[in-house]
């Protein structure tokens, strides 16, 4: 399921670079494909426990969503019209701002992305991480106040491109979210990231922590969530409200903190895992394999994340304006 659904979202945006139809036509006919399997009509999103392989130990995600959205984002700017593609992007799109987002506290009401979900969106009390999240570095547990900072930013600017598709001329089919809510959303899970995530005064963000507390925080920097950060980022900054011009700032930081340790100044490419002092890890766990540390190609580490969030960084600040369908349909 996740790859197919990546390989869909790509294959869109290629066939809409190139106007290449054969392209669009392969992405389309896969989502058709995998949606008369996985879909939960009764519910909503993918039963990621019917996917070959099966991911698991629970039948929805975060993560999951994330790549849906992403897919029928794509796909719905590359094949307009098509129903089935339109439904599940606006059905992404209300699951997250109605199921998935929590709040960090009672107090505060600042919001993050819980992680793992029984079939009916009931966030699940702690569970091992799910494999392909796991495969990406996050390990521990994917608890009920489980902040994953990468994720929260990721889906922080996916949702920003996903509605003026989803709310488009006007049209909002089943949604009942207004594209106020979930602009509002989106703002919030990314600040609430960098509050919590983000390495201070050195730039870049940690991988996890507990909501509200710093216990448990993982303070590994992964080469995905330093990428995804850049575009939610740039959005925060052009969201132009009070203090935007220091989101320029941390994207500065995050890019330095990319180009200075994260990257192999040599060869290219992105390391795996680093630390907040700037040095490569030894090794690390990816898809139930140990790897050297300074291996930058894995099963599960490839150019997806790492050309996706520098490349969407490049597309908004070329449009000039980051929130506009502009910058989305580019």
Not at 13 to 26: G, K, L, N, V
Not at 128 to 141: N, Q
Not at 299 to 313: V, Y
Request: proline share 3%.
């Amino acid at each position: 399921m996740h790859q197919t659904l990546s390989a869909i979202a790509a294959l869109a945006r290629y066939a809409r670079a190139f106007s290449y139809d054969a392209a669009r036509d392969e992405a389309l006919s896969a989502f058709l494909a995998l949606d008369v399997r996985l879909h939960d009509p009764t519910y909503g999103g993918y039963d990621e426990t019917l996917s070959v392989p099966p991911y698991g130990p629970y039948p929805k995600s975060q993560h999951g969503l994330l790549l849906l959205l992403a897919a029928t984002t794509q796909l719905a700017l590359a094949a307009p019209g098509n129903p089935t593609v339109l439904d599940r992007l606006r059905e992404a799109v209300q699951l997250y701002g109605t199921k998935v987002v929590g709040t960090v506290s009672d107090s505060d009401g600042r919001l993050y992305g819980r992680q793992v979900f029984t079939s009916d969106w009931t966030p699940a009390g702690v569970a091992d991480v799910p494999g392909a999240t796991a495969a990406l570095g996050v390990t521990g547990s994917a608890a009920y106040g489980t902040q994953v900072y990468g994720m929260d930013l990721w889906a922080s600017w996916q949702l920003l491109e996903a509605l003026t598709v989803a709310y488009g001329g006007g049209e909002q089919g089943a949604l009942t979210v207004s594209e106020a809510d979930v602009r509002g959303v989106a703002s919030s899970i990314a600040t609430t990231a960098l509050e919590d995530g983000f390495h201070f005064g050195r730039g870049g963000f940690f991988t996890s922590g507990a909501a509200a507390s710093n216990d448990s925080k993982v303070y590994d920097k992964l080469w995905w969530a330093q990428v995804e950060a850049l575009p939610a980022l740039w959005q925060l900054y052009g969201s132009g409200g009070e203090g935007s011009g220091g989101y320029l700032g941390n994207l500065y930081d995050t890019l330095t903190w990319i180009r200075q340790c994260q990257s192999d100044q040599s060869y290219g490419e992105l390391y795996f895992k680093a630390y907040g002092d700037c040095t490569v890890a030894g090794s690390f766990s990816s898809g139930g394999y140990e790897y050297d540390g300074r291996t930058k190609g894995t099963a599960w580490k490839g150019a997806a994340s790492g050309g996706r969030g520098l490349l969407t960084l490049l597309q908004y600040q070329l449009a000039g304006a980051p929130l506009s369908a502009s910058a989305v349909a580019g």
